[in-house]
Nanobody
Framework: QVQLVESGGGLVQPGGSLRLSCAAS????????MNWYRQAPGKQRELVAI???????TYADSVKGRFTISKDNAKNAVYLQMNSLKPEDTAVYYC????????WGQGTQVTVSS
């Protein structure tokens, strides 16, 4: 059983920044990878970023150069630093891990609007 709790969402103006956090129950080092997804209203959930056990990362083309995924094994946490935010980044952001089963957090709302 894995519990994931996201935080850090909110309302931000275009061009602004937010840092999302995902706190996991237990050690995150056991996971091959941890992921951030997002789901905008009326759209399918999409993969935003991946961070693997060794630290390598992958990003969706739409966020490359603007978002940075990182982790802190000691704190059992994964982060998503989001810069130069655009209105199209508005979505509920979810932390995700696959460990036998697929686990999701409850999500955190990010709204980019002036």
């Amino acid at each position: 059983q894995v519990q994931l709790v996201e935080s850090g969402g909110g309302l931000v103006q275009p061009g602004g920044s937010l840092r999302l956090s995902c706190a996991a129950s237990g050690s995150i080092f056991r996971f091959d990878a941890m992921n951030w997804y997002r789901q905008a209203p009326g759209k399918q959930r999409e993969l935003v970023a991946i961070i693997r056990r060794g630290g390598s990362t992958t990003y969706a083309d739409s966020v490359k150069g603007r978002f940075t995924i990182s982790k802190d094994n000691a704190k059992n946490a994964v982060y998503l630093q989001m810069n130069s935010l655009k209105p199209e980044d508005t979505a509920v952001y979810y932390c995700n891990v696959v460990w036998g089963l697929i686990y999701w957090g409850q999500g955190t709302q990010v709204t980019v609007s002036s």
